[in-house]
């Protein structure tokens, strides 16, 4: 499960890349930086994950940050609610209603996973840890608005491939 919520984290922030929006820590080292220090820390996880027992702390903790990450976008974001009364973004970080077809599966899943592996992998983590989930949605919430602004200007100031979305508005 774990290994499931690390591939959608980094699916989630390569998406956001790729559809022209930047990536989480874009606005402070650049398209280039972020998108190699997301890489290398999805793969570092991701090869930590398959030698697991040693780091329960750190998987907890990470399952913890991305679990919270997921919350955040659902919460902070414009959205509706489904049949299920689900909350489904209409809009998020400028991908624009188009995207959120693809966008929202992205995020349940890597939620899902996250959520699957604190109940079930991370048992000798400290208990408490994922509790910080709750804590952390707004301060999360937070930073995503304000880097959703600082990517905004960047965009305007330099355009680029990897802000072009963010420059229509």
Not at 51 to 62: D, H, K, V
Not at 126 to 138: A, K
Request: proline share 7%; with cysteine; aromatic share 8%.
């Amino acid at each position: 499960m774990t290994r499931i919520a690390i591939a959608g984290m980094a699916g989630h922030v390569f998406f956001e890349l790729a559809a022209g929006v930047g990536m989480p820590l874009a606005s402070l080292v650049g398209a280039r930086g972020a998108a190699v220090g997301w890489a290398v820390g999805t793969r570092t996880a991701w090869r930590a994950a398959g030698r697991r027992g040693y780091a329960e702390t750190a998987f907890a903790a990470l399952n913890t940050m991305s679990l919270a990450a997921v919350i955040a976008h659902l919460a902070g974001w414009p959205r509706r609610y489904t049949r299920a009364r689900l909350p489904w973004l209409r809009d998020c970080e400028g991908l624009g209603p188009e995207m959120m077809p693809f966008y929202n599966p992205i995020l349940y899943v890597s939620g899902a996973a996250a959520l699957g592996a604190l109940l079930t992998e991370n048992r000798r983590a400290p208990h408490g840890l994922p509790l910080l989930t709750v804590p952390l949605v707004p301060v999360l919430i937070a930073a995503q608005h304000c880097e959703h602004r600082r990517l905004t200007r960047i965009a305007a100031e330099r355009p680029g491939w990897w802000n072009r979305r963010l420059r229509r508005g």
